[in-house]
């Protein structure tokens, strides 16, 4: 392969037929695709590669050799077919679905509406459980089963009381006598709960469930109950009418994706306008709505599902590590802190993960190695060379380990199919019965990483993956069950950190591995495919021409809200049959 | 002369056709009474067959037999038991454990499927499980618990899917599952006033655009769950008294008891036929797929040990609670079960144990015959399109593969579901139905 030895680190040849991290680049008809290689010409290719192949080039690349891009382009362009891509297209677009809200949704949404709650509300919890591969958040596993449609009315009805307590509106109108309050609160509140103007048919329907309470009160209760508790509300509509989204389904769509909450009455009111909103209205609106604090919150979200440290509050730990629920907390809202800071100061959408400030406080000061007395957590800078960024925070650390160890396996796994989008596929015949072979070191003496190898990767057939799993886990080994930098382990034995990954490159300790992997063009590509996911809410393959059409325009991209601007292109408001 | 089935028994235990203890059975067993039904799920199953190192001690006789030291608290309530060593379930290579959570109870997913929507690593069944088709004839909603029952992929695996492949809701803590299965409050007129307006608007949803059979059917699955919950919070709840506790935030372990005395509860105060309990890593065990999935460890069968306790007590609770003119197990059958028979991922000859009354005819340990290697083609199922696979691939459980069962999991729980009164000429995937395994 031409400039192999340069290039090699990203565009690594899988003997399958396929090039981790160099598919798209090797991919000639690609150099039609308008967004991301502009390149009519050989020279225009040339320029290119080197714009932006070099910074991702660690120690290779065409920096320093004035013949290395024109070459390589010369080389390509010899392979360029006289076929162009077809762009992606109404078939492309996503399905048609219906969305139901996440609980962490519903909790935004209902204060967005009627104001502030009690701290105390007790919030639907829908028990979706955390998917550990993929997003939490796709719609065909978000649903209302018998036992969620009871938690749903025995949790909304109890904040519909605690609504008409604290809405001095719906307050007075409960204290009052007279009904027409009643229309009144409904015509301004039920469209903001659904979103949309309710038909005729549907108003008569909800003054209906309620024209036989008791009182004014009775009749809120009712109402609220009823709104919050129906379909309408609980699912998000991203139906479309005649392929196409309806204007309260984009302003839907739009504020869920910049806020992770409800339109606004605002917004609501510009997707009232009569004719179908085109795309210059809609990346002006989400300027707009980008502008809001809220936008923080909402793309904070979107890395902590990629990431899953979430599931740092719940993961079980031995008892002896004393991994308290307020260290658990603690260590996540450290995360989130970090991740609000990376994706407020504008940097690079993979930047976020990396960087050597934490917050840190007395609780957790143990963990991150630092000296930290106050009980507030406060922003700190850790010695360069030994944390780096979300992918060595203690959350995502003690996330991907196991109870007692640190779990080379469940991290290389979690970072080949997670972080790097690379399905492992099936166990290969005679994986199941494998036992390991005997050892024949002292355990004590020797490493958990060494114990791995002797006993079970390197044998036949478990080295076919763990020679891909393996690399992938050895690389966070600075890292112990719950986050803890060490240099040794069991006391004396030395930790090797180092390792080569496929695409990724060459590392020499768990730092130094975190930044291979923000820098590697695998994980850019994967987090592009796992975050349009997650705004589509439908896992969508490396191969969708969506996904394509999404990576290139991050290419171009820079910050974390550009995340959100590239999802709006030709197609956004197309939607396909199922 | 017209005679009653109680002087049948009578005269056939009276003749030696019966011992006196299955005579007895056989009286006590009430023909008008429900069959209740227990499904329980094992994350590595029960290891009482297949590739176990723990093997069940004959002796001469079909019913002398005794479990081994892993399980041996089951050995005194083995006069209730069936052991079915072992039955054919999936043979396709993959992860078993991923392969076999929707097939368990259903039988029906096809072969080469490792995916599906819900889950990259699990695929889902395209027929409904057996606890499903009880729960429809008995019009009784089924009892389903998970204490823990998850692997590394999804938090908690569901084991039951309606007809259209829906998959059943579970409960995951008893706290939870007693406070909607076993309040006592009486809802008061308002209480009614309000659920009878909420309920009257929500059960009927309207959206703007047409939507798709998939879209559709999240509707209708909201809307069936309104329907129940309109009939929860209609209906008065009768308080039942039990004895385990069910607190939010208590063990998983702590769960396991709690659910099967809200199990025996249901059972016995006739809220419901039917019951799936899935039972994971609860003794919070590091490494737990490594320490259970490849080797039978010690520690393999000292959870193992734990689990045959508690379904031990079970059995003797149900024992000892009166119905009709017997005991509540007498009207009961367990079904032990789990994705794997042991740790080292039994799939074609997995080990079933069941508990009940003289429908089981216990106290046997039934072992289906074995298919030689010629015959492997004839146990393969169908793939998404109908199609059969040519063959089983024995490499992908290494060499020595001679245990292949002649009978099927889809075998088992046809014949368990038609003895609890379903009328099933068939169960699962067509090919999985092959013979009888209990009579």
Sequence with gaps: ?578 | MKRNRRSIIKSLAAAGALTAMRAEELLAQTQTAPVNVLFVALAHGWGVAGGSNQQIAPDASQFGWAFPAGLSPFNRVRQHCTVVDGLMTMFHGGNAHDLSYADMLTCGVPMGVESSAYDSHMPMSTTPSIDWLLQQRAGKQAFRFSAGYYSWGVPYHPLSFSSNATLQPFYTSAAAAKASLFSGAQASTVDQRIAQGVFGLVKAPTFAGALSATEQAKITQYVAGMTAAEQKFAAAVTSVNLTAPAVAGQSSMTDIAAYLEMIRAGFASGKTDTAVLGIGDVHNIDKFHETHAHFNTATYWQTRNDFAEKIAAFVESLAETPSGDGSLLDNTIIVLTGEVGDGTHTLFKKGHILFGGARINPGRWVQPALVPSSGWAAMTRENVNGGMSATINPGFFGPGLDKVSSRTNADLLREVGNLAGLNLTQFGLASQNKGSVLS
Excluded at chain 1, 342 to 355: A, K, L, P, R, T
Excluded at chain 1, 363 to 373: K, L, M, P, R, V
Excluded at chain 1, 378 to 401: C, D, V
């Design chain 1, 1 to 578: 392969m031409l400039f192999a030895a340069k290039c090699n680190g990203c565009h690594v040849d899988q003997n399958n037929g396929q090039f981790n991290a160099g598919f798209r680049a090797f991919n000639v008809n690609g150099f039609t695709n308008a967004t991301a290689y502009a390149a009519t010409t050989p020279e225009m290719l040339a320029a290119f590669i080197q714009a932006a192949m070099a910074p991702r080039a660690a120690g290779g690349g065409c920096t320093t050799d004035p013949t290395c891009a024109p070459n390589l382009a010369a080389y390509l362009w010899s392979y360029k077919l006289p076929v162009s891509i077809t762009q992606c297209g109404p078939a492309d677009a996503p399905k048609s679905k219906l969305r139901r809200l996440t609980d962490k949704q519903i909790q935004l949404t209902v204060p967005a509406i009627f104001g502030p709650l009690p701290a105390e509300t007790v919030w639907p919890n829908f028990n979706d459980g955390a998917k550990l591969i993929g997003g939490n958040t796709m719609a065909d596993r978000l649903l209302v089963t018998d036992l969620g449609a009871e938690m749903v009315y025995s949790a909304m009805r109890p904040i519909a009381q605690a609504i008409i307590a604290t809405n001095q509106e719906w307050a007075a109108c409960g204290a009052s006598t007279s009904v027409t309050c009643r229309a009144t609160l409904q015509a301004a509140y039920a469209k903001q709960v659904w979103r949309r103007p309710l038909t005729v048919a549907e108003n008569t329907a909800l003054t209906a469930s309620h024209s036989s309470a008791a009182n004014n009160s009775e009749a809120l209760e009712t109402m609220l109950t009823a709104l919050l508790t129906d379909a309408r509300f609980l699912f998000r509509s991203e139906i479309g009418v005649n392929g196409r989204l309806t204007n309260y389904e984009i302003a839907t769509l739009l504020a869920y994706s910049a806020w992770n909450s409800t339109p606004s009455p605002a917004v609501l009111a510009w997707a009232a306008q009569p004719n179908p909103l085109v795309k210059s209205q809609i990346v002006a609106q989400l300027e707009t709505m980008l502008a809001d604090p809220r936008t923080t919150a909402a793309i904070r979200e979107l890395y902590k599902d990629f990431t899953k440290i979430d599931l740092v509050l719940t993961r079980p730990k031995s008892d002896a590590l004393a991994f308290t629920p307020s260290i658990r907390r603690d260590l996540l809202t450290s995360a989130e802190l970090g991740l609000d800071d990376s994706i407020n100061g504008e940097d690079d959408f993979m930047s976020v993960f990396q960087g050597g400030a934490f917050y840190v406080n007395a609780n957790t000061s143990a963990i991150f190695g630092a000296d930290e007395t106050a009980p507030e957590l406060r922003k700190i800078y850790l010695p360069p060379g030994e944390r780096n960024g979300l992918l060595n925070h203690p959350a995502f650390m003690a996330t991907h380990s196991t109870s007692s160890t640190s779990g080379i396996v469940k991290r290389g796994v979690f970072t080949n199919e997670q972080i790097l989008c690379r399905f492992l596929g099936t166990p290969p015949p005679g994986a199941a019965t494998s036992d390991p072979d005997p050892i024949t070191v002292d355990p004590a003496l020797t490493s958990e990483r060494v114990l791995l190898q002797l006993t079970h990767s390197a044998k036949m057939p478990c080295a076919g993956c763990h020679f891909q799993i393996d690399p992938a886990g050895f690389g966070f080994e600075n890292f112990d069950v719950i986050g803890r930098y060490r240099t040794v382990e069991k006391g004396v034995v030395p930790i090797d950190a180092s390792g080569s990954l496929d695409g990724v490159g060459s590392y020499a300790n768990s730092a130094d591995y975190a930044q291979m992997l923000i820098w590697s063009l695998p994980m850019r590509d994967c987090v592009a495919q796992r975050f349009l996911s997650t705004l589509v809410a439908e896992e969508l393959p490396a191969t969708s021409c969506l996904v394509t059409d999404y990576q290139d325009a991050l290419e171009a991209a820079k910050t974390p809200k550009d995340l959100l601007r590239a999802m709006i292109n030709d197609n956004f408001t197309t939607r396909s049959a199922m």
